[in-house]
């Protein structure tokens, strides 16, 4: 299956529960962050999925800190679909738009480094940013013990 017979597009409100099955099962890895398909639905307009023949087989979704700063999250490709290139497109389509829209770093938490690092992320320390942007962690399990690994791309 190359990655050319698969687009990646603006999610759809009918794409939440595709997305929610694919992060689910990363999450209940430990892999990501858990995301509940009414958060999702919630933030439906800040998702891409990869679409292949009208099956949903990835997704990321951006957001917005400063006019300067976004966040890549919740990226996640469905276990069969992997190393096929499609967690390249998802990201390279969020950072085209966070480009398009004058934005001019973005970062990640992950377990992933080495993805990221392939896709011209390098690694920082969390202070690297104020502690605030960190928004999802007070929520977090993982808070006193946070194992991710913040990385950082200028665009
Ligand atoms: C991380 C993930 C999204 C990557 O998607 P993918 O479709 O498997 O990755 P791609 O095939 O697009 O890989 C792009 C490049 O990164 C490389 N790469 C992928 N995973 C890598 C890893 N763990 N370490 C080093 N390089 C890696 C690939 O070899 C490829 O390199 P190439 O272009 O030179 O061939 C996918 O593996 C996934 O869903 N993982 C589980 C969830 C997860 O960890 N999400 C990230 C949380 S922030």
């Known amino acids: 299956m190359p990655a ?3 687009c990646v597009r603006n999610a759809r409100l009918a794409d939440a529960s595709a997305i929610s099955r694919i992060t689910q099962g990363y999450a209940d ?11 999702i639905i919630e933030h439906i307009r800040d998702f891409f999925v990869a679409d292949y ?5 990835g997704c990321c979704a951006i957001a917005f800190y400063t006019v300067k700063l ?6 996640a490709v469905l276990d ?5 290139g499609i967690g390249r497109l998802l990201v390279e389509k ?3 738009v966070l480009t398009e829209e004058g934005v001019e770093e973005v970062f990640v938490l992950t377990l992933n480094p080495g993805f990221f690092s392939k896709m011209g992320y390098r690694q920082i320390e969390k202070e690297y940013f104020p502690q605030k942007i960190w928004r999802d962690c007070t ?3 993982k808070l006193m013990a946070c194992d991710e690994i913040a ?3 200028t665009l």
């Not at 890895?29 to 958060?39: F, Q, S």
């Not at 069969?80 to 096929?84: C, G, I, Q, V």
């Open 139 to 141: 929520n977090c399990p």
């Open 29 to 39: 890895e430990g892999i990501m962050l858990k995301r509940p398909v009414e958060n």
């Open 53 to 57: 023949n009208g099956r949903v087989i």
């Open 70 to 75: 976004a966040e890549i999250r919740s990226l």
């Open 4 to 6: 050319t017979d698969t």
């Open 80 to 84: 069969e679909f992997r190393s096929k």
């Open 94 to 96: 969020a950072e085209a």
């Open 151 to 153: 990385m950082v791309k």
